[in-house]
């Protein structure tokens, strides 16, 4: 008895190594990087999707200011926050989005000088 209790402490110590070493340090952001979120772009919108499962419609919050699109929400295991830097201007009264079957979609269209135009060649 007493030698599977000194194995079972050895255990318990390499875990404890294991779950504070560097190459572990993933797990303590877990929340950083929920939800998880893709990005694409077309000729007139940012596009921003994320994945939330099982998140009321009403309880997330999706704010544009200066910028940044921020997508927040309280969990009961704690709040997410996801912030993301849009590199053009966008026209903010356009904004649109919509949460269905647990994928937020988040539409930006460019402002005018933001979108790419076709330069004609001189000959």
């Known amino acids: 008895m007493f030698l599977k209790m000194r194995k079972l402490e050895a255990l318990r110590r390499e875990m404890e190594q294991l779950f ?3 190459s572990m ?7 950083a990087s929920f939800p998880l979120v893709n990005l694409y772009e077309d000729q007139d919108n ?8 099982g998140v009321d419609p009403e309880s997330v919050q999706t704010v544009y200011k200066e910028g ?5 929400k309280e969990r009961p295991v704690g709040e997410f926050e996801k912030n993301i830097r849009v590199p053009f201007p966008v026209v903010v009264d356009q904004i649109s989005a ?3 079957d647990g994928m937020l979609v988040a539409k930006l269209p460019k ?3 933001a979108k ?3 330069i ?4």
Request: charged fraction near 15%; hydrophobic fraction near 40%.
């Open 116 to 118: 790419p135009k076709q």
């Open 120 to 123: 004609k060649i001189q000959v």
């Open 98 to 100: 919509t949460l269905q």
């Open 20 to 22: 504070s070493s560097p």
């Open 46 to 53: 940012l596009v921003v999707v994320a994945e939330v499962p």
């Open 68 to 72: 940044v699109l921020t997508l927040r």
């Open 25 to 31: 340090s993933y797990i303590s952001s877990l929340n």
């Open 111 to 113: 402002a005018e000088e």
